[in-house]
């Protein structure tokens, strides 16, 4: 990369404040920047680090004054960096993914790969199934039979997709990921647990990320589904028969349990806990730690546990914190006399 940094702020449609001349060879933290490099700024509890940073030209919102630093003013900074990550891992080529399909990949019976497929080493590919355009499958990933994969995915190694899943296009799944395990059913029979087969399916949509380690259980019938857009996490669980809407985000060790229905653009904290058969809106937001065990409407955020409206639960934070405080004072309430009697009492002891 190399760019004068007018060039940069006609990518990110920015306004410049300072030298529209300045050469930028590289990006950056604010504090470890350099003056070749350009940064960025998305929270004023940042501005002592701009203040600070040696980086040449920073990113920042369009209510940022500051004579003595090169800036691009633009109306979201963390967006705009982002279009300037993405031009250096173009230029740079930091991942260059491989092409064609491997000797010793397997591939069963009435496979349909497009032209443009990569498969790398050892990966085994079952019966009947379809894998779209420029989708390219890594070292040693496992695909089940009668299985579709959309255009320009990409399975990084040891992925495991069991049979009769669909994937949409331009979907990533990281190493260690299985998709189509079974589902979390049995029966309790005379003290014994009777496995419940789970026949069912997993429906991916378009543009969906899922992290390293992730799994996600076919349905017992019917199918599991991640609707398109939304991106997972590392270690998250979705159990069978769940339906997650568009756009959502899961971030780390999330566990949603069985048959639980979630609306568009929800979000979850980490080591959020999601209870078995319930609903939550669209638009929710559900903070770290919290335990959802009942339905949720639209819009509300909500934390602790059992997970609440979120300003509720801060009050009886508030109140839990000062029970030390308030058990001394009925304590001493306890130890004072009540009534003349008790008074009386007092003296003749």
Do not use: W
């Not at 990569?118 to 379809?130: P, Q, S």
């Not at 992925?159 to 589902?183: F, Q």
């Amino acid at each position: 990369m190399e760019l004068k940094l007018k060039e940069i702020a006609k990518l990110v449609q920015g306004k410049i404040e300072g030298n529209e001349n300045i050469l930028i060879k590289g990006v950056s933290g604010l504090s470890e920047a350099r003056k070749e490099e350009i940064s960025f700024l998305s929270d004023i509890k940042y501005l002592p680090q701009l203040k600070k940073t040696k980086a040449g030209a920073v990113i920042v919102s369009e209510n940022i004054v500051l004579p003595e630093k090169n800036l691009i003013k633009v109306k979201n900074p963390y967006l705009a960096f982002v279009k300037v990550l993405n031009l250096v891992n173009e230029e740079s080529a930091l991942v260059i993914h491989p092409q064609g399909i491997h000797p010793t990949a397997l591939i069963g019976k009435n496979v349909k790969l497009d032209k443009e497929v990569t498969l790398g080493a050892y990966t085994v590919i079952e019966d009947n199934t379809e894998i779209g355009k420029g989708t390219i499958v890594y070292p040693l990933c496992y695909i089940g039979k009668e299985t579709k994969i959309g255009k320009n995915c990409l399975i990084y190694s040891r992925v495991c997709i069991r049979e009769k899943t669909d994937i949409g296009d331009n979907v990533i799944i990281h190493s260690g990921t299985v998709i189509g395990s079974d589902g979390f059913g049995f029966l309790s029979v005379e003290g014994k647990q009777e496995k419940i087969p789970q026949i069912g399916r997993v429906e991916i949509g378009n543009s969906v990320e899922i992290g390293a380690n992730c799994t996600i259980d076919r349905a017992t019938v019917g199918k599991t589904k991640i609707g398109s857009g939304t991106k997972i996490d590392n270690l998250v669980q979705i159990g069978h028969n769940v339906e997650i809407g568009e756009n959502c985000v899961l971030a780390g060790q999330v566990g949603i349990a069985g048959s639980t229905k979630i609306g568009n653009n929800v979000f979850f904290g980490g080591q959020a806990g999601v209870a078995d058969h319930i609903s939550i809106g669209q638009g929710v937001k559900v903070a770290a730690q919290a335990g959802v065990i009942g339905n949720i409407a639209d819009g509300l955020i909500v934390s602790g546990y059992p997970a609440r409206e979120h300003r509720k639960m801060l009050r009886i934070q508030a109140l839990i914190d000062r029970l030390p405080e308030l058990y001394q004072y009925f304590r001493k309430l306890r130890k004072r006399p009540t009534s003349s009697k008790d008074l009386g009492r007092k003296k003749e002891k």
